[in-house]
């Protein structure tokens, strides 16, 4: 059996904000442990990130169709406990992770060709029935030493800001 292992992990390096907004997503793990509903979810919050709307994070509860209960899980300090679960295994990852998103298969990291996760999985994956994500890699030949796209944009570890909204201000004054 081959073993295929991504991790995805809240790195907490940039700041209250970015700590505030990792912990509601890992609440949100928690509490909708389906991925496709808590996927659902950081999604949103990452596209909102993306797209320079964070300050818009609480609506992806009400776009995903998903309650608020992760809000509950941060203000009763629940989240705390959560956030260093993920750092602790984050710290323990092999080889360790030096930037962010740091995704690893089959104990290999991609390093800046993470964006081709799916062809590492493809190549990796052994069983029978081929995935549909697969199928049309699967008639393509593959150098282990070219990289499809080169230069993808990453966030190493050592790199700090601090974003400038307060977010755990307007919590406060919300009622969820």
């Known amino acids: 059996m081959c073993m295929l292992l991504i991790f995805v992990f809240l790195l907490l390096q940039h700041g209250d904000d970015e700590c505030f907004l990792n ?15 808590h996927f659902r979810y950081v999604r ?7 797209e320079g709307r964070h300050n818009q994070w609480v609506n992806c509860f009400q776009m995903t169709g998903l309650g608020t209960s992760p809000i509950d899980c941060y203000t009763s300090g629940n989240g705390k406990a959560i956030d260093q679960k993920y750092a602790k295994e984050t710290a323990q990852l092999n080889p360790p992770h030096r930037f962010v998103p740091w995704v690893v298969v089959n104990n290999q990291a991609l390093q800046e060709d993470y964006q081709n996760f799916v062809t590492y999985i493809c190549r990796a994956y052994k069983g029978n029935v081929i995935p549909n994500a697969c199928r049309s890699l699967s008639t393509k030949t593959y150098d282990s030493n070219e ?12 790199e700090a800001r601090n974003l400038s909204f307060p977010l755990v201000t307007r919590l406060s004054n919300k009622s969820p």
Request: glycine share 0%; net charge negative.
């Open 23 to 37: 912990t509601i997503e890992a609440c949100a793990i928690t509490i909708y442990p389906d991925v496709v509903q």
């Open 44 to 50: 949103c919050l990452e596209n909102l990130t993306l």
């Open 147 to 158: 990289k499809v796209n080169s230069f993808q944009p990453v966030c190493y570890v050592d």
